[in-house]
Each structure stands twice: as structure tokens, then as C-alpha cells.
């Protein structure tokens, strides 16, 4: 089964990654919450391609 990969960019944030209608991950590279206890930057969430996390 082909799926087909898509890729959103929020300019200054973060990086989402699809394949079909499901989302992979997002990459956040600039968070706009404060950091108080976790690493930065973060994925989350993490997907497969079946949709298991």
C-alpha cells in the first residue's frame, strides 16, 4: 500500500508530517509555552503510518 507523504511548515514553529490523511509527528522547534521541565526542541506526537502511537 502506497501512501502519500505531505509535509506543513508553520514558519518560526514547527513541521508536521502526514502520510495519507494521518499525522506522522510534528516537529516543534520553536515552542511558544514556557519551558519548564522538558527538552526543547520535541516531537509529539509520534505516529506509524497505521496510526499506532
Known sequence: ???NLGCNHAVG???QVTA???EL???VY???DRQLESPRPY???IRT???AG
Do not use: N, W
Request: hydrophobic share 30%; charged share 15%.
Open 49 to 51: 503510518v497505521e496510526g
Open 25 to 27: 509527528f510534528t516537529y
Open 1 to 3: 500500500m502506497t501512501q
Open 30 to 32: 520553536r515552542a511558544t
Open 13 to 15: 514553529h514547527s513541521i
Open 43 to 45: 516531537f509529539h506526537p
Open 20 to 22: 495519507g490523511d494521518g
